[in-house]
Antibody
Framework: QVQLVESGGGLVKPGGSLRLSCAAS????????LAWIRQAPGKGLEWVSY????????YYADSVEGRFTISRDNAKKFLNLQLNSLRAEDTAVYYC????????????????WGHGTMVTVSS | SVLTQPPSASGTPGQRVTISCSGS????????VNWYQQLPGTAPKLLIS???QRPSGVPDRFSGSKSGTSASLAISGLQSEDEADYYC??????????FGGGTKLTVL
């Protein structure tokens, strides 16, 4: 079935780095835009980054611009997020989500979500 | 949050409740709105896309509407399993996605 599975979360010290991955299955990965969306404990959803189907267009929230890097491997069906210079306020569950466009185009919503991976930034 | 939602809403079983979402000309005013339901301890689930379209499997008790820079989610025939957090979202022409702060729906 259509599925996204995140991995790579954990406990990291302020200033440290982490790499999150999202494995996709059940759909033509290279046809879809993808995003990372996070949720701090007890808080709402916050969009982090968005990447086009080919990887040629990339967007970041101001809060992570210059520290986080999104990438994708269409051959291996993986979405990645490199998190550098981590801060306490980056502590959150990070979700991988599929845009509902398809055919290489962007849609207007996120129709498939992973279960999330927890990132905790603390000394 | 860029999109403004009431922090809470409530209703009794069978009632109709609405949740509002207010934005601006660069997001809701020029792009479609989508809505998500997040049950406790789970990932968000898409409820409404393209302002008022329900993905397959979403009950027709859920409906979306939009006017100008505001949108609404309506839930009719409220059920206990509808108790959850609800979020609106839209693409912003300034090249980022925006979410509402979320509304916690309580079924009394």
């Amino acid at each position: 079935q259509v599925q996204l599975v995140e991995s790579g979360g954990g406990l990291v010290k302020p200033g440290g780095s982490l790499r999150l991955s999202c494995a996709a299955s059940g759909f033509t990965f290279s046809d879809y835009y993808l995003a990372w969306i996070r949720q701090a404990p007890g808080k709402g959803l916050e969009w982090v980054s968005y990447i086009s189907s080919s990887g040629s267009s990339i967007y970041y929230a101001d809060s992570v611009e210059g520290r986080f890097t999104i990438s994708r491997d269409n051959a291996k069906k993986f979405l990645n997020l490199q998190l550098n210079s981590l801060r306490a306020e980056d502590t959150a569950v990070y979700y991988c989500a599929r845009d509902n466009g398809g055919n290489g185009d962007s849609g207007d919503a996120f129709d498939i979500w992973g279960h999330g991976t927890m990132v905790t930034v603390s000394s | 949050s860029v999109l403004t939602q009431p922090p809470s809403a409530s209703g009794t079983p069978g009632q109709r409740v609405t949740i509002s979402c207010s934005g601006s000309s660069s997001n809701i005013g020029s792009n479609t709105v989508n809505w998500y339901q997040q049950l406790p301890g789970t990932a968000p689930k898409l409820l409404i896309s393209f302002d008022n379209q329900r993905p397959s499997g979403v009950p027709d008790r859920f409906s979306g509407s939009k006017s100008g820079t505001s949108a609404s989610l309506a839930i009719s025939g409220l059920q206990s399993e509808d108790e959850a957090d609800y979020y609106c979202a839209a693409w912003d022409d300034r090249l980022y996605w925006v979410f509402g702060g979320g509304t916690k729906l309580t079924v009394l």
